[in-house]
Structures are given as structure tokens and as C-alpha cells.
């Protein structure tokens, strides 16, 4: 895969970021974000009949699934196959087809600019060392991975929200309990990715060693015990998986 697919890919997922925090539909204001996300940063590659094709698919598949949205009660599962595809359409875009490349002028024009004078040896910079590869799985792990834990938590009619799909029917209290278990689960992600991708393996059981103890106390409940075991496993494995492949990945990209 090319560093241009990469590049393209990572500009999806940093405008999915939007999800990150928002169990509904989005605002328009947050869909006008992650549109204006989308489009800014596909202008890094050359203008054309194809950048005009590439954003109308893009744009489609997000009106779509924020059609969608508005209609189901569980939105987690929408947003995964509109990944999905939004994968599929940048996989055959940046395919050797079409040949697509960076827009070298504009970012020649940029990197003269000020303060934004270390974007095109950051790009570079990526394109050398597999950097892009490891930051599409960072991307992964801190949103992607939360659509898919809390789809599968749901499918096992585990944790707080498995009837309903959303927390409108929490208290106050059980709300902050749902947010900062959320906010802990994404720490835990990344933190294991982190020490698989550093190959510091061993620090894995001190992430879970950490979370066990702060949880000590609450473990008697046992549903919430359960619910927390199985968000736990859930939540190392994806950030494992995501890890060895974002490994694999980039030593066959060094190796080419």
C-alpha cells in the first residue's frame, strides 16, 4: 500500500473523530466539520476529475449513514459498515490505476507558509518510515475500536446501555459512570498499542493490573464485574490485533 493511501486513509479516520464521543446522530454542525475535514485534507494530492469522483463517493457514503442514523436506534453498526466502505472506495482510488500523487506545488506553497513549515517533512517524513501505517492503527484503536466494543458489548447484552443502544435512560450518576468507563477504555487502547508497538509487551499486564485495581471495590456487583471482564478482554484484544497488523503492514512496506 501506498503512502498516498495512508495519507487518504488517515484523513478519514482523523474526520471520524467527530464519533468519538457522541452515541446519537451528529449535529450538522459536526457533520459540516467532518466534511470540511474530508475535503481539506484530500487537497494534499493532485486536482482532477478523479479528486472531484473520490469526494463525491466520500460525501455520499457519510449523507448516507447519517441518513440512517437518524432512523435506528443503534448507530454503532451504521458507522462501521460507512468505514467499511469508505475503506473500499480509498483502496481503489489509491490504487497504481489511478496513479494518484501528492499535489506537489500546493505543498511546496504550504511548507513556505509560516508556521506551517514542517507539513511536507512531516509527510515525508511518514513516507520513509511507515509512520503513517502506525498512526492509521493509533486512529483505530482510540475510535473505531469503541464502535466495535460497544456493538459486540450490546450484541452480548452486556453493560449498561445492551437494551436500548444509547444512555438516555441513565441517571445523572450512571451517565458519568458510562463516560468515564468510556474515557478509561480508550486510555487502555491506546496505552496497549503503544506497548505492543514498542514491543513492551510485559507493560500490558501493568495497563491491566491498573484498571483491576481501581475497579477492586466494585467487583463484588457482579454484573458490573462481567461487564467489566468483558470489556476489558475485548478492549486488549482489539488494541492487540490492530498493533500486529498496523506490524505487519509497515515491514512489507520497508521490505518494497
Request: proline share 3%.
Amino acid at each position: 500500500m501506498s503512502s498516498e493511501f495512508f495519507f487518504a486513509m488517515n484523513v478519514v479516520l482523523v474526520s471520524r473523530l467527530v464519533f468519538l464521543l457522541r452515541d446519537g446522530p451528529l449535529s450538522v454542525g459536526a457533520h459540516a466539520i467532518r466534511i470540511g475535514v474530508l475535503a481539506l485534507g484530500l487537497l494534499a494530492f493532485n486536482p482532477g476529475l478523479w479528486w472531484v469522483i473520490l469526494f463525491g463517493a466520500l460525501l455520499a457514503v457519510s449523507l448516507a449513514s447519517h441518513l440512517l442514523e437518524t432512523r435506528c436506534r443503534r448507530t454503532e453498526g451504521i458507522r462501521l459498515v460507512e468505514l467499511a466502505s469508505e475503506f473500499l472506495i480509498v483502496s481503489v482510488f489509491f490504487s497504481p490505476w489511478f496513479g494518484i500523487s501528492y499535489n506537489g506545488p500546493l505543498l511546496a506553497w504550504v511548507a513556505r507558509a509560516g508556521n506551517f513549515t514542517l507539513v511536507v517533512p512531516l509527510i515525508e517524513r511518514l513516507s520513509r518510515h511507515g509512520s503513517e501505517a502506525v498512526l492509521m492503527g493509533a486512529l483505530l484503536v482510540l475510535n473505531e475500536s469503541n464502535l466495535f466494543l460497544r456493538l459486540s458489548l450490546a450484541g452480548l447484552r452486556v453493560g449498561p446501555v445492551a437494551g436500548t443502544g444509547t444512555a438516555a435512560n441513565m441517571t445523572p450518576a450512571d451517565r458519568r459512570e458510562y463516560n468515564t468507563g468510556r474515557v478509561i477504555g480508550l486510555l487502555e487502547r491506546s496505552a496497549i498499542y503503544a506497548a505492543v508497538m514498542t514491543d513492551q509487551v510485559a507493560a500490558i499486564g501493568l495497563v491491566l493490573a491498573v484498571k483491576g485495581l481501581a475497579r477492586f471495590k466494585e467487583m463484588d456487583h457482579r454484573p458490573f464485574a462481567e461487564y467489566v471482564l468483558v470489556g476489558t478482554l475485548l478492549s486488549a484484544l482489539c488494541a492487540v490485533t490492530v498493533a500486529l497488523l498496523v506490524k505487519s503492514l509497515a515491514s512489507l512496506n520497508m521490505q518494497h
